[in-house]
């Protein structure tokens, strides 16, 4: 179910579009723009099931991190520093306060977990590259 994006902001958007499709996560306000969800994905039933955390930041990229299970050191397609999902390049794709995190990013982080665990298997990543500096810090 995709819900209509609107000019209008409102905390209690992202929060309804996520319990309405992932009524698994948890969420907690910090503040107007600023909401953590926290729950388990599976992405496949053969797969193992991730305990992801996303930090909505209204038009600040989402933080999205895996809790559990551990993920390898050097995986692919993480910030080496804070140890975050690289869900999409920032020259490719711009986050507004208005996308929601259940329409956009959840989709990503569960491609990004299938994509991982082949990688994991076969040391191939299939899923889709852009390259870039992983040095660059994602609160940019």
């Keep these: ?3 209509i994006k609107t000019k209008y902001y409102d905390t209690n958007i992202q929060i309804y579009a996520m319990k309405k499709m992932f009524p698994q996560f ?12 926290v729950g388990d994905l599976i992405v ?3 797969l193992p099931k991730y305990t992801v955390f996303i ?10 991190k895996i809790l559990s299970p551990t993920l390898v050191e050097n995986a692919k397609h993480i910030y080496p520093d804070s140890k975050t999902l690289c869900l999409y390049h920032p020259e490719n794709y711009k986050w507004k306060k208005e996308n929601l995190i259940a329409n956009e990013i959840m989709g990503w982080t569960a491609g990004w977990i299938y994509f991982y665990e082949v990688w994991l298997q076969t040391n191939i990543w299939y899923g889709p590259e852009a390259p870039h500096n992983l040095t660059k810090k994602q609160n940019e």
Aim: a positive charge.
């Design 26 to 37: 948890k969420s907690k306000i910090k503040s107007r723009f600023d909401i953590e969800f």
């Design 55 to 64: 930090n909505y930041r209204g038009n600040k990229s989402p933080i999205v």
């Design 1 to 3: 179910m995709n819900y």
């Design 44 to 46: 496949k039933e053969e």
